[in-house]
């Protein structure tokens, strides 16, 4: 009985070979873990992966319409289309019959392996005992975690943008993971810094992020405003006219640079500190700001050879207002940049007490 479980279990995805993996229950691709995905559904002996980890996966931008129980991926070359039920997938608005359906489970649209394999021409890799999937990847060199390599990195950046990799020198600064951004597609990111050059070699003069799913880069200046202003590369050249996430989030290295700059402006000693990021800060200073998705940092100021904190940080992931929170002999007084007004001061009674 066994046995033939075990048969059966192959077969749910026609013609896709077996493979296995160190870790359970993850979808990879381009040999890195897929952070934060849904797990691969299995229903009437097929396997399923939810379209938005798909569109990650692809280097695309995710929409669902909960009304008609549609969702599309887009890229820069091609948008596909599912529907629940439908063994119709739209290919830039062609219609291919598969024998195939996607279906929609608490909101979300998954879609078939094998429809992916039939439609998409991706290789894909199915572990049964794991329950691993595999996307243009191979288990042995496969990475739960992201790990930058100079030289291997490096290879890759010169190959996706061709010649123009030559203008730049460039200092691996983080690796981030990029949600709801305005231009870019969701994914994980190595971050580079950079400067022209020949040109003020200390000045900084924008950011290289890396899709390390798709090895797509985006040049991100540290001024950009709009779409005209942030530069990708795929293939050795430069794309004209590429697909934008359309959110309203600031990728953090952008927003903390911008976040420097006012510090700097509204009051040029507050430069000397430095800026760490944190996750959260205290909840009395949180309940106190506008709504709104924030970005959190400690502002500390070298002691005897050790950082020692002074004041938090908080910035608006959409609008990129900066709130400092300062203490004083009346309490802290949040401050708003760049118009430097005084927001509100939390008394030391309400600091102190446990229940506000």
């Known amino acids: 009985m066994r046995f033939l479980k075990k048969i059966v279990m192959s077969m749910i995805i026609a013609m896709i070979p077996l493979t296995f993996a160190s870790a359970d229950k993850s979808i990879y691709m381009n040999n890195y873990k897929i952070k934060d995905t849904t797990l691969v559904a299995i229903k009437d002996e097929r396997s399923y992966i939810y379209a938005k980890d798909l569109s990650v996966a692809l280097g695309g931008v995710y929409n669902y319409d909960s009304k008609k129980k549609t969702a599309t991926i887009t890229t ?11 063994n119709l997938i739209s290919v830039n608005g062609a219609k291919r019959s598969t024998a195939f359906r996607p279906y929609v489970e608490k909101g979300k649209m998954m879609v078939p392996l094998a429809m992916l394999k039939e439609v998409m021409k991706v290789n894909l ?11 243009n990847s191979e288990e042995k060199v496969a990475k739960d975690k992201p790990k930058y390599e100079l030289k291997k990195t490096t290879e890759i950046l010169k ?7 030559n203008k730049y020198k460039f200092t691996y600064a983080l690796t981030e993971d990029v949600k709801n951004e305005k231009f870019m597609v969701d994914g994980t990111y190595y971050v580079f810094r950079s400067n022209e050059k020949g040109v003020e070699s200390n000045k900084v003069n924008g950011f290289f992020y890396l899709n390390i799913y798709t090895n797509d880069i985006y040049f991100y200046p540290v001024d950009a405003r709009g779409k005209k202003d942030v530069i990708k590369y795929s293939g050795g050249k430069e794309v004209s006219d590429y697909v934008v996430n359309g959110k309203n989030a600031t990728t953090q ?18 430069g000397s500190f430095t800026y760490t990021r944190k996750t959260s800060i205290d909840k009395k ?9 924030y970005y959190y940092y400690q502002a500390s100021k070298s002691v005897n050879g050790k950082l020692k904190p002074q004041f938090e940080v908080a910035q608006n992931s959409k609008t990129l207002e900066v709130y400092l929170f300062l203490k004083s002999g009346k309490g802290v007084s949040i401050i708003k940049l760049p118009d430097k007004t005084i927001v509100k001061t939390i008394s030391k009674t309400n600091l102190t007490n446990k229940k506000s």
């Open 76 to 86: 820069d070359k091609v948008e596909y289309g599912f529907e629940n039920g439908s």
């Open 125 to 135: 890799y199915w572990n049964y005992k794991t329950e691993n999937l595999f996307i």
């Open 159 to 165: 190959k996706t943008m061709g010649e123009e990799a």
């Open 253 to 270: 290295l952008i927003a903390t640079t911008n976040m420097i700059s006012d510090v700097k402006a509204s009051d040029t000693s507050l």
């Open 285 to 293: 200073y949180e309940k106190e700001l506008p709504s709104g998705n």
